[in-house]
Each structure stands twice: as C-alpha cells, then as structure tokens.
C-alpha cells in the first residue's frame, strides 16, 4: 500500500507527464498546492516509487516517468471522473441528433467522432461481430475462372464473395475443399476464420488439395471480408502526433497491425464486457507495449453487441477517454434499442 503522500506525488507525475511528455521532476512536483514538503523529501518518496517499480528512469536526469505499474495504479485508484467540455458534449450529441437510417452508418460515424474528440485512433467492431459463426461454407463455380463462395452464418446471415480460381482446377478438387473447411470450420467465429484456416486447414489441404498453396490464398481472400465491414477504424495516423511516436521507425509494425482486421480483432476482443484497460505490457502483442487501449461495450436490449475503443501511447488521458466512450456508449446502447424495437 502506498502512503498518502506517495500518491500525491504519483497522482502528480502521471499528471504531468500525460500534459508534457517529458520526465517529471521533484521541482516540477513541489510547486503544486497542497503539498507542503521540499523538493528533497519528494526525491526520497521518487526514489521509493520506483523502487516498488511504479516509476522508471528514463535517462540520467533527475525525471521519472510512469512504469505500467504506475498507470495500472493512477487508472485504478487514483484517476478522477472527468466533466466533458461544452465543444465534446456538442460534438457528440451531434452525432445522435443526425438521422442515420443504417446501422452501420452510425458505427463508422460513432468511431470518426470519437478520434475528432479524444485526438486518438479509434476503433469500434460492429454489432454481434464476436456472435457470428460458421455454419456452411460452399463454393461455386462459375467458369474456369472464377467462382463464388458462399458463407452461411447460424443466424442465418448469407455472405457472398466473388474468388479467383487457379487454372484449371478440377471440380472434384474444389469439392475437396469445400468438404475440409466444412469439417474444421464448422461453428467458429468468423473473425477468426483467417487465422484457424492457417492453424488447423492448412496442414490437411496440404494432404489433399491440388494445388495447394494457389486455393489456400482464394480462401483466405474468401475470409477477408468477413471482418472488414464490421471493423472501423478511425484516425490511424494521429497516433504519430505523440511525442513517443514521431520515430517512423517505431511505429512501423504498429501501423502494419492497425491494416490487419483479423489482429485488431485478437486485439480488442477480450472476451470481457464493461470497461476494460490494458496499459503497455499488461496487452499481448509486444507492438503494443508501448500503447494503451481502452475499451467498452455498448448493449441491444441488455446484451453486449459491441465494442468502442481507443488506441493510444500510455501516457493517455484516461479521464477524458473514459468519460467519452462512456457517453458513447449509452448513447449508442440507446440508438440501436430505438431502431430494433421499432420507435
């Protein structure tokens, strides 16, 4: 347990370096009101944070910044709800007083709004994207070089997509296929089908399918739009307007991550509903251990269909992205339950 004092002064770095992005020091954190103590007692209780691990050195300077223990700290104990401004609060009732007939209108509306207010990339998966599964999948020629595959959900939902076929495959090679991904597939979720195809099909095509390797890129190009139209993605290059990221060299892989639908999906779902936070390390995908993401669910009727989320450094206003996506959130819950219950 920290003392009182040690997170005053750990509330007054993260504080800090969220607002500069640079390291804090004790003189920095003496001139705040109310604390009362010199600048040398601070530098003790500095030295002690970062014993315990909640503060990190980055350089030979007296500075300290937050570790993952720190934000993990300030986010669940000492971060404060946040008041919207009157331009954040104009901004997004706006976007529930537009009169937006599509559902998926308002999703990609709902995640450029929220980069414009929080200056952050964005995400929001579309409703019941976790909820679809695979039921059937049959492709059918339509010459000798093209065919269409069609992905029948258990919902019943019917999915359509137009494959190029490697030349001159025989049909029985085509049933083949159709027959594996049938018995492997079966009920899995479809933003994962990319990744199960490469995990637990491909080894068995390998067997059986000729050729092999030219079907393996038609199916995964089947699987690709499965997801697509259900993610959107705003405000990918405001990542680069942090400090920490302005090395193009950094960010490379996580720009690469952010173009791949079926990664983004292993990113934010965690299978958990509500308010979910993954500071740095605590995320699984070492592109992100320098990152942020916060995330929550917006509901139809008391059921979670979705989720809205931010991506950012971990030097992220968290009080002001938790009271955005919170407002979003309802707000959202309230527009799909209008639409699907009639009024």
Known sequence: MLSDRQRFILNAIVDNYIRSAEPVGSRTISKREGLGISSATIRNEMADLEELGYLEQPHTSAGRVPSTKGYRF???NLVKPQHLSEEELVNLKQLFADRITHVEQVIEHTASILSQVTNYTSIVL?????EHRLKHIQIVPLNDQQ????????????ENTLLDLPAGIP????????????SKLQDVPLWQLRQRLYREVASEMRRHVEPYEEMLVTIENAFKSESADRIFLHGRAKIINQPEFRDVEKVRDLFELLEQNDQLMQLFNTQETGLMIRIGQENS??????????TTSYYLDGKPVGTVGILGPTRLEYAKVIAVLDYLAIGLSRILTDRFEGR
Do not use: Q, W
């Open 74 to 76: 300030y986010v669940d």
């Open 126 to 130: 579309g409703p019941e994207i976790f």
């Open 147 to 158: 065919a269409v595959a069609i992905i029948v959900t258990h919902t019943g939902r019917v």
């Open 171 to 182: 049909a029985a090679e085509i049933e083949k296929l159709v027959n594996i991904l049938n």
């Open 285 to 294: 995908m070492d592109v992100m251990k320098n990152c942020s993401i916060v």
